[in-house]
T-cell receptor, first 116, second 113 residues
C-alpha cells in the first residue's frame, strides 16, 4: 500500500513568510509525528498526534510553529514568519498503534524548507 | 537531557570488510532501541529494533545489533559489507513511557567496491 507522503517536497520561502507543510500518513495509522532535521544532524522530535489529539508538542521550537490534524488523518505543520534558522528537512512519520513505544514509525520523504 | 551519541560520523570501508557502528544513550530507565537507515534519495527505514529479551537482535540485510545495558550501548554490526550498504545510519531510542524517538546525529557509511 501507499506509504507516508509529504508535500511539497521542496519549499523556498522568504524570511517572514508563512509556510504550510502537509503530511498524509498511512491509511488507518493512529499516531502521527513531526520531526525537524537540520543539515548534518539527526531528526529532532517536534510534536505527536494520536488521532486528532495533539498529545505532545514539547519539541516545537517556538510559538511560530503550529501543527494540526483536525480529522485524525492528514496533518499540517505551519510555520509563521519564517526565519533562516527554520531551514531544515521536516519529516512526518506515522505508526499503527496508539502508543509509539513498541511499534515502528514509518517515515515520509520529508519537505526541504529553505528560508532565504 | 536524554541524548544519543554516535561516535563515528563518517566511515569508509571496502566491500567485504566488517562493520561496527557505535551508539550510546544517556537514559537510566527502560528504553526501546532502534537503528534506522537512509539510502541515498530514499526515506528513513527501520533496520532493526530491540524491546526486550535476547540482547542480540537481527535485522534486515544481514545487520545485527547488541544491547549492552551496563554500557548503555546498542552497537550495529555487519560481518561483510556490500557496496549497496552505502547509506546514512541513525541510532534512536524511545525512553519508556514516552512517545518520541530521540535520534543520534547519524553515521555516513561509504562502501567502495
Amino acid at each position: 500500500g501507499a506509504g507516508v507522503s509529504q508535500s511539497p517536497r521542496y519549499k523556498v520561502a522568504k524570511r517572514g513568510q508563512d509556510v504550510a507543510l502537509r503530511c498524509d500518513p498511512i491509511s488507518g495509522h493512529v499516531s502521527l509525528f513531526w520531526y525537524q532535521q537540520a543539515l548534518g544532524q539527526g531528526p529532532e522530535f517536534l510534536t505527536y498526534f494520536q488521532n486528532e489529539a495533539q498529545l505532545d508538542k514539547s519539541g516545537l521550537p517556538s510559538d511560530r510553529f503550529f501543527a494540526e490534524r483536525p480529522e485524525g488523518s492528514v496533518s499540517t505543520l505551519k510555520i509563521q514568519r519564517t526565519q533562516q534558522e527554520d531551514s531544515a528537512v521536516y519529516l512526518c512519520a506515522s505508526s499503527s498503534t496508539g502508543r509509539a513505544l513498541s511499534y515502528e514509525q514509518y517515515f515520509g520523504p520529508g519537505t526541504r524548507l529553505t528560508v532565504t | 537531557a536524554q541524548s544519543v551519541s554516535q561516535h563515528n560520523h563518517h566511515v569508509i570501508l571496502s566491500e567485504a570488510a566488517s562493520l561496527e557502528l557505535g551508539c550510546n544513550y544517556s537514559y537510566g530507565g527502560t528504553v526501546n532501541l532502534f537503528w534506522y537507515v537512509q539510502y541515498p534519495g530514499q526515506h528513513l527505514q527501520l533496520l532493526l529494533k530491540y524491546f526486550s529479551g535476547d540482547p542480540l537482535v537481527k535485522g534486515i540485510k544481514g545487520f545485527e545489533a547488541e544491547f549492552i545495558k551496563s554500557k548503555f550501548s546498542f552497537n550495529l554490526r555487519k560481518p561483510s559489507v556490500q557496496w549497496s550498504d552505502t547509506a546514512e545510519y541513525f541510532c534512536a531510542v524511545i525512553p519508556y513511557n514516552t512517545d518520541k524517538l530521540i535520534f543520534g546525529t547519524g553515521t555516513r557509511l561509504q562502501v567502495f567496491p
